[in-house]
T-cell receptor
Framework: DQQVKQNSPSLSVQEGRISILNCDYTNSMFDYFLWYKKYPAEGPTFLISISSIKDKNEDGRFTVFLNKSAKHLSLHIVPSQPGDSAVYFCCQTGANSKLTFGKGITLSVRP | DAMVIQNPRYQVTQFGKPVTLSCSQTLNHNVMYWYQQKSSQAPKLLFHYYDKDFNNEADTPDNFQSRRPNTSFCFLDIRSPGLGDAAMYLC???????????FGPGTRLTVT
């Protein structure tokens, strides 16, 4: 039973437009969420995170929104750039520091 | 640059032939993790070391073992690989108490 769900396997957007990557979770006990980005032939790299005491965290072009009542978070990338094309993983963790990954979503940014 | 290194990047082994994957890190992190990622699936934690303490996930098969001889190195041993063990194996590190993990590039294991 998947605890972190990324229901869309892929997303294609035009360069300069907004990319919105969605993630749902089932277990409210774990209170910290992270997004990782993965290029082919490389390991995942940390992108941005959010604690459950916040509903928004922003870092440059990347913003993560957390809706605890809906158990939903989203990653916004604006403006999207071709170099953002990668697989994005939504992860959940808590006091035990173990990461639970979603399956990932492949983002393609068209020039 | 501080980093997590995995060797080899690609490993081919025969069915039932033991294989060892290695991971080293220059970050001086005290926690090291091994994940298995099969095609189109989420990475799945196999086990982790918090300092010298080994923590096995409940559903990790007995076929998988790990060793951490020192802070910098961690090994994944697969005693009798089956075809179902073909996957990408990711090593990660973190500083205890911090949530962010740092990943190596992975070793892709093929079982023939």
């Amino acid at each position: 039973d998947q605890q972190v769900k990324q229901n869309s396997p892929s997303l294609s957007v035009q360069e300069g437009r907004i990319s919105i990557l969605n993630c749902d979770y089932t277990n409210s006990m774990f209170d910290y969420f992270l997004w990782y980005k993965k290029y082919p032939a490389e390991g995942p790299t940390f992108l941005i995170s959010i604690s459950s005491i916040k509903d928004k965290n922003e870092d440059g072009r990347f913003t993560v929104f957390l809706n605890k009542s809906a158990k939903h978070l989203s990653l916004h990338i604006v403006p999207s750039q071709p170099g953002d094309s990668a697989v994005y993983f939504c992860c959940q963790t808590g006091a035990n520091s173990k990461l639970t990954f979603g399956k990932g979503i492949t983002l393609s940014v068209r020039p | 640059d501080a980093m997590v290194i995995q060797n080899p990047r690609y490993q081919v082994t025969q069915f039932g032939k033991p294989v060892t994957l290695s991971c080293s890190q220059t970050l001086n992190h005290n926690v090291m993790y091994w994940y298995q990622q099969k095609s189109s699936q989420a990475p799945k934690l196999l086990f982790h070391y918090y300092d010298k303490d080994f923590n096995n996930e409940a559903d990790t098969p007995d076929n998988f073992q790990s060793r951490r001889p020192n802070t910098s190195f961690c090994f994944l041993d697969i005693r009798s690989p089956g075809l179902g063990d073909a996957a990408m194996y990711l090593c990660a590190t973190s500083r205890g108490g911090r949530y962010e993990q740092y990943f190596g590039p992975g070793t892709r294991l093929t079982v023939t």
